[in-house]
């Protein structure tokens, strides 16, 4: 292990006013945040106790099970300034498994930070920054960052800053450059997985109505790796799409076309695309869903490329004053190709998610959540199925 995993990636971060949206679709040009109405400073603190069970395929790797119990505090806040708007999220927290967990200590941490900010320096010209930074152990299937397996704690994080002007009433264009990056603690994982990346984006934006815009974008992305010897590689993007509002509630974003992939392993042109939709009715039902296909950076290992098709959809509803409901899938295919090195792989990840929280008073609330996730893959070393179920009580204030 370890000391640190911050020196290679310092000031990192990713999009998102909610950090569980932040964690969704993060490609797509418009980084102006939620800022619909302030949110006062809250402060809460949660405590929780659950059991894991992690079983893979083959028996002769380590799988784990065990109860355990998990605490954390968290703070956010919302200023919708109509010339300044910002908002920012914060959750600390660890949790303690009672059993012995293979390969790593039976404690782990969580650290979250998002900062997102806006200023409208004129009628014609906007500016952005949205931040994001995690420090946790649990992969996360929509992020595309992090392995499909435990592989303990790593940091990553994400940054994008963009500049927005409008030339016309119709016409703007808008340039972004964002850093993301990844970096474990096991040594093992951080040989293959550690790396950065950078992308510089250029959008044509045309609105035909109030409701429906037209774009154009050129991307580029670098993407080098800390510790594997030639595995860096860049990709050219060629996008168009449309953003749409149905209504002020109900908005989405497509964007397709073609991402020209390179490493010195390998030269090759594919079809890109993302799409997301997000739908909210009077803060009691909300549903946000995205889906993204391109090469991926993650699990390379002795593959040439990753190819994959990531979408994920979260749904909440508040059943009544008391009583909020909350479901989400994720899924995640991969075609691995192993040129004349090794054998191609392809890959389902799958997770599903439920939960119900009750409001016993003003303050304070109590939920139940279950979480479910598998893995097939062409090679049986990898698949696995986990099972996650816990309760909690969240103190707010």
Not at 29 to 56: K, N
Not at 75 to 99: C, K, N, R
Request: net charge negative.
């Amino acid at each position: 292990m370890r000391a640190s995993t911050l020196p290679l990636i310092v000031a990192i971060s990713l999009l998102g006013c909610a950090l569980a949206a932040a964690q969704g679709l993060t490609a797509i040009r418009d980084y102006s945040g939620d800022f619909e109405q302030d949110s006062p400073l809250q402060f809460s603190v949660t405590s929780r106790g659950g059991y894991d069970y992690l079983d893979y395929s083959l028996n002769d790797l380590e799988s784990f099970e065990s109860y355990y119990t998990q605490g954390g505090v968290g703070m956010t806040y919302t200023e919708a300034d109509q010339t300044t708007p910002w908002s920012v999220a914060v959750d600390l927290g660890a949790i303690h498994y009672f059993d012995t967990i293979p390969r790593y200590d039976d404690t782990f941490y969580n650290a979250r930070v998002a900062f997102n900010i806006a200023h409208q320096l004129s009628e014609r010209l906007k500016i952005s920054n949205n931040f994001f930074l995690t420090y946790e152990a649990q992969p996360n299937l929509a992020l595309g960052g992090s392995t499909t397996l435990f592989n303990g704690q790593y940091l990553y994080g994400f940054n994008n800053f963009n500049v927005s002007y409008a030339w016309s009433q119709r016409f703007s264009t808008t340039t972004s450059y964002t850093v993301d990056g990844i970096s474990y603690e096991d040594d093992v994982v951080s040989n293959a997985e550690d790396r950065l990346s950078h992308l510089v984006a250029q959008q044509f934006s045309y609105a035909l109505t109030k409701r429906t815009s037209l774009t154009a974008e050129y991307r580029y992305r670098h993407t080098a790796f800390a510790n594997a010897a030639g595995r860096d590689f860049q990709s050219h993007f060629a996008l168009a799409g449309v953003d749409h509002a149905w209504s002020q509630r109900f908005t989405g974003s497509l964007r397709a076309g073609a991402e020209f992939y390179r490493s010195e392993l390998t030269n090759t042109t594919a079809p890109y695309s993302e799409v997301a939709l997000n739908y909210s009715i009077a803060r009691k039902t909300q549903a946000r869903w995205f889906g993204a296909l391109g090469f991926d950076g993650a699990e390379l290992s002795a593959f040439q490329s990753r190819y994959s098709l990531r979408s994920g959809v979260d749904v909440s509803h508040q059943l009544n004053k008391k009583v909020g409901l909350r479901a989400g899938a994720q899924y995640a295919y991969s075609d691995f190709d192993g040129g004349s090195v090794v054998p191609d792989v392809t890959e389902h990840s799958l997770l599903l998610s439920a939960g119900v929280s009750y409001q016993i008073l003003e303050n304070l609330s109590v939920d139940a959540s279950y979480n479910y996730s598998i893995l097939q893959s062409d090679d049986a070393n990898r698949e696995f199925q986990r099972n996650n179920v816990s309760v909690g009580v969240t103190a707010s204030f």
